[in-house]
């Protein structure tokens, strides 16, 4: 999804393309390297750096100045409802794929709480290497 600013011309429309972001600056997570910066931009061959944040909610507040375009897992979207942001789907985006690994042979019930609530709130299923 993409996180825009209220007013953006882009919020006007239903469906986003990776060729639309072009040009507009996206934030930078601090201490983000090269990799995860191309991994978060709907361009990475045609990057534009926008302010560095800290976390999302910091990168909430950027979008909702104007000062950056942000791409963002569906879940962000649907836990953070603002008046000021508004969210589209970007057609030509992979979809961002996260991956909860630990050390073969683990008892810690607190991981597997943890494993089983990850799995159970994005409504996947556990994929065993």
Same mark, same amino acid.
Not at 63 to 83: D, H, K, T, Y
């Given at each position: 999804?993409?996180?825009?600013?209220?007013?953006?011309?882009?919020?006007?429309?239903?469906?986003?393309? /990776?060729?639309?972001?072009?040009?507009?600056?996206?934030?930078?997570?601090?201490?983000?390297?090269?990799?995860?910066?191309?991994?978060?931009?709907?361009?990475?061959?045609?990057?534009?750096?926008?302010?560095?944040?800290?976390?999302?909610?910091?990168?909430?507040?950027?979008?909702?100045?104007?000062?950056?375009?942000?791409?963002?897992?569906?879940?962000?979207?649907?836990?953070?409802?603002?008046?000021?942001?508004?969210?589209?789907?970007? /057609?030509?985006?992979?979809?961002?794929?996260?991956?909860?690994?630990?050390?073969?042979?683990?008892?810690?019930?607190?991981?597997?709480?943890?494993?089983?609530?990850?799995?159970?709130?994005?409504?996947?299923?556990?994929?065993?290497?």
């Amino acid at each position: 999804m993409a996180a825009l600013p209220a007013g953006h011309e882009l919020a006007e429309r239903d469906v986003l393309h /990776a060729e639309d972001l072009a040009g507009i600056p996206a934030p930078r997570w601090s201490r983000s390297n090269v990799a995860e910066r191309n991994y978060w931009s709907a361009r990475p061959d045609d990057p534009v750096e926008g302010p560095i944040v800290q976390d999302s909610s910091q990168l909430l507040e950027v979008v909702a100045f104007g000062q950056a375009v942000a791409l963002v897992p569906q879940s962000m979207a649907e836990r953070n409802i603002r008046p000021d942001v508004v969210y589209r789907p970007v /057609a030509d985006v992979e979809a961002y794929r996260m991956y909860v690994v630990w050390p073969a042979g683990s008892r810690s019930k607190e991981l597997a709480r943890f494993v089983e609530a990850a799995i159970r709130h994005s409504g996947g299923r556990p994929t065993v290497p």
